[in-house]
């Protein structure tokens, strides 16, 4: 398949699996014809493998969650792609000009980066980059920093009034250019780190869907990479070369708790290679009747003969000498 191929094929919703598949796997030779974002990709084995992987899974989960609408090809939405200058956004903005290359996004982009004033945000980066480019875009300057260190104490985190204020300004931003969405570059790990901080500290099953209509019910929250692991996000954001602005300058953290969910996934990982897929399919294979949650979940009409939400089987439960073993082990502690 040439680029001009790709260029002008079939798009999102009324492509067929067999022509998508083809384009996502069938890398052109020549890729002159490419977003200038993407014509010094590595042309490595390795990175090639890694670009299609990724390809893959941000079509799979734009698929799995109807992000673009069934009239795509008609209506044709306009996503605003926010971008940090972090490595996760720059990914995320390639990858879907890439899929938007093949014919198989059928959604205008439009970069945005909302610049918060922190204290060393070189503002010189982006917009080089954007017109290095090509990328259309649009750069907005609003001094939230000064208003979240006047509100929070120093030794406070500042990220919940930060993100608040931030989110705002977006919508606003997104309705002003007529979006329908606003993207992120929330992948894998972050939704997972999201699920076991509510699990661990706020006390319920909850993390960042892959797509949210916001409060005011007029804009879609939507995140490409939710199947995407970070360290490929990493390795691709790395081969790409691309110019990384640091996350850390306004000097506040979510605070250690995050921390240390990070590292303790990260610990998981490194033991039993694999488990963050296995946790992050489970995120998407919930069985209410197996839980404790009544809303979700008619429990009190449950009777004989009645259907257990699709599975009857109970789970696996310990046993006495099982918990007897629990027990001793948290004892030696
Ligand atoms: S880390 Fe900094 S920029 Fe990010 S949300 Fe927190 S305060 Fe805001």
Redesign the pocket.
């Known amino acids: 398949m040439s680029a001009t191929d790709l260029t002008s094929g079939p798009e999102a919703g009324v492509i067929s699996d067999a022509a998508a598949s083809a384009a996502l796997m069938d890398l052109p030779e020549d890729d002159s014809g490419c977003p200038v974002m993407l014509r010094n990709a590595p042309s490595t084995v390795e990175f090639k493998k890694l670009r299609k992987r990724l390809l893959r899974e941000v079509r799979q989960a734009i698929d799995d969650y109807g992000m673009v609408p069934a009239d795509a090809a008609v209506k044709r939405p306009k996503w605003l792609v926010c971008l940090s200058g972090g490595k996760d956004s720059y990914t995320l903005l390639a990858v879907l000009m890439d899929l938007k290359w093949r014919g198989l996004l059928p959604v205008d982009l439009l970069a945005c980066n909302l610049d ?1 004033a ?1 204290p060393g945000f070189p503002p010189e980066i982006l917009p080089a980059f954007f017109e290095k480019n090509g990328i259309e875009n649009i750069i907005v300057r609003e001094d939230t920093f000064s208003i ?1 260190t006047s509100k929070i104490p120093a030794h406070k ?3 919940s009034l ?2 608040r204020l ?1 989110r705002g300004i977006l919508y606003r931003i997104a309705r002003e250019q007529g979006c329908e969405a606003i993207v992120l570059g929330h992948h894998r790990e972050d939704i997972l780190e999201t699920f076991f901080m509510n699990l661990f500290h706020g006390g319920r099953l909850a993390s960042m869907p892959p797509k949210l209509v916001n409060d005011e019910g007029d804009l879609m929250v939507l995140r490409p990479l939710a199947y995407c692991a970070e360290s490929d996000v990493a390795k691709f954001a790395a081969g790409m070369q691309f110019p990384i602005i640091p ?4 000097g ?3 605070g250690l708790q995050r921390e240390e969910v990070k590292r303790m996934l990260m610990d998981w990982e490194r033991a039993s290679p694999g488990r963050l897929g296995v946790m992050a399919r489970a995120l998407a294979h919930t069985r209410p009747s197996h839980l404790l949650d009544r809303s979700l979940f008619d429990f009190a009409s449950l009777r004989p003969g009645e259907n257990n939400g699709g599975e009857a089987r109970d789970a696996e439960e310990p046993c006495g000498a099982g918990l007897a073993m629990t027990r001793n082990l948290f004892a030696a502690e």
């Open positions: 918060q922190q979240v985190t500042y990220c930060c993100s931030r996350c850390n300058l306004c506040s953290q979510d």
